[in-house]
């Protein structure tokens, strides 16, 4: 599989991956384990009124996940849809890695480093620790996607989407 013919693949698989990784972080961190929210480090969420400006802001995160997640599902679906293309699970799962990574990245820099939104967790003695920690897995996501996209494209045991 050549780099041309991979693009609208590893495209539509890098929103997938970006979208989902952002649901992931939104559903597990911000709601199961409510480590955090979206402006948890600005506006502490131990009144009904912060907690209830944090909860708006979270409803704002996951409208950007689902737009990410949605472009994503329409790139796969013209990928799909043209026909002749060629499909690679390396590749495709590589890319869903991939953007997850890219996902924990730019939520890493912006805002865990840039505008102070939010730590990984707030309630632990050294959040710099949970927040750095967060931004080497995203980076080893990222590169170990990236690996997998190469890789995949060295194959030749490619389906054909017809």
Do not use: C
Not at 137 to 156: N, P
């Amino acid at each position: 599989m050549d780099d041309k013919r991979a693009g609208p693949l590893i495209a539509a698989a890098t929103f997938l991956g970006l979208g989902l990784g952002g649901f992931i972080d939104g559903i597990l961190l911000h709601q199961i384990l409510q480590w955090h929210q979206m402006l948890s480090n600005i506006l502490p969420p131990d009144t009904l009124e912060n907690a209830k400006v944090n909860m708006f802001w979270d409803g704002i995160f996951h409208a950007g996940t689902w737009v990410l997640t949605f472009v994503g599902v329409m790139l796969l679906w013209r990928l799909l849809g043209r026909g002749g293309g060629v499909f690679s699970k390396l590749v495709f799962f590589g890319g869903l890695i991939f953007g997850w990574g890219v996902f924990n990245i730019m939520d890493s820099v912006f805002n865990h480093y840039l505008f102070a939104f939010h730590n990984v967790r707030e309630e632990v003695a050294n959040p710099q620790r949970w927040n750095h920690g967060f931004l080497v897995f995203g980076l080893a996501q990222a590169i170990a996607g990236w690996v997998m996209i190469r890789r995949g494209q060295g194959r030749r045991t490619d389906s054909q989407i017809s």
